[in-house]
């Protein structure tokens, strides 16, 4: 039975009333007694806990309870963390990665840390005030691995300086191992060369020993470490035979240089291939950079002037010709133009700009000459917005890995384990392994050699055909391509675990202004009552929604003042959340909002109630206006249903996934356009502090919740949901708090993101039952003698490659809906 993966998380705990050592020790003991604590250190010094535990079984308040029981304060560590990424080098298998990882993990201050074999880079997120970059830099090195200045050196150049360093150490073992091999051929089937065993050791140095150095140099780091890895093996499947090869001087046993040479060649090649085809995966980032606009064209002190991108300056005024990219993100201040924006939202239809429209940086624009004063900047730019997101999303983890995480770190002592005993059953059993050799009698299997070398040619396969590296590419090369695929098409994808979490979801909320309706209503409907004019109402209501944010408060705001010659001056301006607004207008009590509004200020409205529910049944939102504690009229405003609403809700309800919608609208109004658009259920007259509590009931009827939202108030529910999917063109706080943001805004990248989790996990799937397969039959094949050393070097370069091109395969999945473009 396969356990359950556990979700580890890490806290730093504030201990007050310690007086010695021995307090310290007696909280220590008590926290590591506690279930679910994995790991508990209390420094007395600093009066601090650190603690990793799984959340499923504990949480942070009942370790603070039972700190407060042993007569001792204690409470969560308030204090800002910082996240770093970091290119590694020397990193040659998933062991590897996963050393590194848990290294950091041992250092106090640090509350997080991902280590991507496949990008090479690490993340970690800690405590600025407990750790310094210094020393996390000097643990890295400690452990055996290169820390490389991004800074100094580009990706695109570290990668074919890698590259390049990859083709000569595999061309210079080539080269000596093809000789070898033509001497064999001579030796065996021509006539006999003389010295033949000293000339075969002495050509066999080169390819073993110096180009496989850094292999062997890495598999003693590593065994020093007590860590074995996949060089490991291969220096094991190489430098052992190779030594073996002394006893041919005295012993009749058969030259192993061949095989040794041949082994390291084909790892050699294996390398090189994989850094190609990694290279391949991880053009995602590398596709982004090259859309970046290397220079601009700006006006400073009147003259007209073009300089690199990293010398524009916030408020700079941009000159952008038709064909050209605009340079970085700004504000159009003179022009008209339609702008290329694909390579941020995966829209192929050109979007018209116009003076006070937004721009983002490194979109082209098609026909007219702009002006574009530019807002953001260098790392604050949309555009490095996204490559952070694609990156941070590269470095993390989803939950299925970490199973495979451990499978790992337990697999190449197991193979070492497996060899040994290959090695003995073939010296005590040699005719029944014989047997089986002779009966499947396949063309690259021989028996006639003597005992020793049988059993050693079965110990080096079962060393060279496992691949533990195959099972740590699969989940973080298949993460690699679906970000970046979701880059290209307007779904950026900040965690990693999402992709996972969202194929799972069983209801989506969606909040209802701004994500299924554009966010901006307007006012359709007037009614005046008591010997008001409909211009009164008008000129009350707008005074007083002048100073208010909300959308429809806008919208009145804006209908007032094209129709209106002047407004009044509003004093004592107060808003009621989730009820409406009040203040003094020319000296009058102004009150507009919902029914409750009016029945806190014992407002009668009841005569009118049949035209509030015929607005409300037009999916319309119907606002009371009062002056002086007297109703005056209503006014009804209508937000409108955003084009691909209808037809994506429909949508994601035939892929079998429930919709909800939440709104501070009344249940009517709520209802009506519930039912004009297909969701299914509806959370109505929702204040905006009560989304959470709405999200958190979701979740005990349904095991996974996603949330779509784009306000402000989203941001806490965008938290709490399993899946917080921010809609791009909202807030920035939306955005920050979601695991997902939809950079284009419309409902149909909802199921662009839904496709793009099932085509990546199912990626991730098919690389893990690759992986499986192929070890669960490789090594078993490999003991029983019916695999040769070199066959199982190429099967297991094979076999890392396989997973990294399924990866690559993901690029041409269509993600997008197939009505994607209709109205």
């Known amino acids: 039975m396969i356990g359950i993966a556990k979700e580890v998380k890490k806290t730093t705990l504030e201990i007050e009333g310690m007086t010695c050592t021995s307090c310290s020790q007696r909280v220590e003991k008590k926290l590591q007694d506690m279930e679910g604590i994995i790991s508990a250190r209390v420094n007395f010094a600093v009066e601090k806990a650190y603690v990793e535990y799984d959340i ?66 690490v993340s970690i997120n800690y405590y600025p005030t407990e750790l310094s970059l210094s020393q996390i830099k000097k ?50 089937f021509v006539r006999e060369i003389p010295n033949y065993f000293a000339i075969v050791t002495i050509l066999g140095f080169p390819p073993i020993v110096i180009a496989g150095w850094e292999t062997h140099k890495a598999s003693f780091r590593a065994l020093k470490n007590l860590s074995p890895n996949m060089d490991t093996l291969v220096t094991m499947g190489s430098i052992i035979p190779y030594f073996l090869n002394f ?46 606009a290397k220079s601009a064209r700006v006006v400073r002190d009147g003259e007209e002037m073009e300089i690199s991108i990293e010398e524009v300056k916030v408020d700079d005024i941009m000159l952008v010709k038709p064909g050209e990219k605009i340079p970085t993100d700004g504000i159009v201040v003179d022009g008209q133009s339609t702008i290329d924006e694909s390579m941020a939202t995966g829209e192929s239809l050109p979007v018209k700009k116009s003076e006070g429209d937004e721009v983002i940086g490194s979109t082209i624009n098609k026909q007219g000459a702009l002006k574009i004063k530019a807002t953001k900047v260098g790392k604050d730019t949309f555009f490095s917005q996204v490559i952070k997101m694609v990156e941070e999303c590269q470095g993390s983890k989803v939950p299925i890995q970490e199973f495979a995480d451990k499978v ?145 408060g806008e919208a009145i705001f804006n209908r007032a003042n094209e129709e209106l010659d002047d407004l009044a001056e509003v004093k004592d301006f107060s808003s009621i959340t989730g009820m409406g607004v009040e203040g003094l207008v020319e000296d009058n009590r102004v009150l507009i909002g919902n029914r409750r509004l009016m029945d806190e200020n014992s407002i009668d409205y009841k005569e009118y109630e049949e ?47 429930k919709t909800a919608m939440i709104t501070g609208d009344n249940q009517r109004t709520a209802n009506a356009i519930a039912k004009k658009v297909g969701i299914s259920r509806v959370l109505a007259e929702v204040l905006p502090d009560g989304k959470v509590n709405e999200i958190e009931k979701l979740q005990e009827e349904y095991e ?19 899946v917080g999917i921010a809609i791009g063109t909202g807030t920035d706080i939306a955005i920050e708090a979601a695991d997902i943001t939809l950079v284009r805004g419309d409902l149909s ?22 992986a499986w397969f192929y070890n669960a039959l ?27 091109l399924n990866s690559t395969r993901l690029r041409k999945v269509e993600v997008e809906p197939e009505y994607k473009g209709g109205n």
């Open 139 to 188: 643990d890295i090195k400690d452990t055996g691995y290169e820390v490389i200045d991004e800074e100094k050196v580009e990706d695109k150049d570290a990668d074919e300086k890698r590259l390049e360093k990859a083709a000569k150490k595999m061309w210079f073992a080539a080269g000596f191992a093809s000789t070898i091999m033509v001497l064999m051929m001579i030796h065996m």
């Open 611 to 657: 035209e509030l529910i015929r607005l409300e049944d037009e999916a319309k939102t119907a606002m009371l206006l009062a002056l002086d504690d007297k109703l005056a009229g209503i006014i009804a405003v209508a937000d409108t249903i955003k084009g691909d609403s209808i037809k994506a809700i429909k949508e994601i309800e035939r892929m079998g996934i």
């Open 247 to 292: 006893l041919g001087f005295w012993l009749p046993i058969t030259s192993f240089v061949e095989m040794a040479a041949s082994i390291m060649t084909l790892h050699l090649v294996g390398r090189f291939l994989e850094a190609k085809a990694k290279g391949r995966a991880s053009q995602a980032i590398k596709k982004l950079l090259e859309m970046e």
């Open 408 to 552: 790992t770190g337990y697999f190449v002592p197991a193979v070492i384990g497996i060899a040994i005993l290959a090695f003995i059953s073939w010296m005590l059993f040699p005719q029944f392994h014989i047997s089986i050799v002779e009966f499947f009698n396949f063309p690259w299997t021989t028996v006639d050699l003597p005992q020793f070398s049988l059993a050693v040619l079965a110990t080096i396969a079962v060393l060279v055909i496992s691949c533990p590296c195959a099972l740590g590419l699969a989940t973080p090369t298949a993460i690699m391509v679906g970000s970046g695929l979701g880059a290209e098409k307007g779904v950026l994808i900040r965690k990693g675990e999402a992709i996972q979490t969202i194929r799972n979801t069983q209801i989506i909320a969606f909040d209802k202004t701004g994500t299924i309706t554009k966010g901006k209503p307007e006012v359709t409907d007037l009614l005046s009552f008591n010997d008001y004019e409909d211009e009164d109402i008008l000129f009350y209501a707008g005074s007083i929604e002048k100073s208010s944010e909300h959308p429809l």
């Open 704 to 722: 996974t919740v996603a949330m779509v939202g784009d306000g402000i108030n989203d941001a806490p529910a965008l938290k709490q949901a399993n």
């Open 749 to 770: 990248s909802v199921i662009s993101a839904i496709n793009l989790s099932n085509a990546t996990f199912a990626k991730i799937k098919q690389n893990y039952f690759w």
């Open 778 to 804: 490789a090594i078993p094949a490999a003991f029983l003698g019916l695999i040769h050393p070199i066959i199982g070097a190429i099967a297991m370069a094979t076999s890392s490659i396989n997973v990294i």
């Open 56 to 121: 499923s079984d504990i949480d942070v308040e009942e370790m603070i309870s039972t700190i407060d029981e042993l007569g001792y304060g204690a409470k969560e560590k308030d204090e800002e963390t910082k996240k770093v990424s970091l290119k590694l080098g020397g990193m040659t298998c998933s062991s590897c990665a996963q050393r590194v990882e848990k290294s950091l993990n041992n250092l106090e201050g640090v509350k997080q840390v991902n280590v991507n074999f496949a990008t090479e880079k």
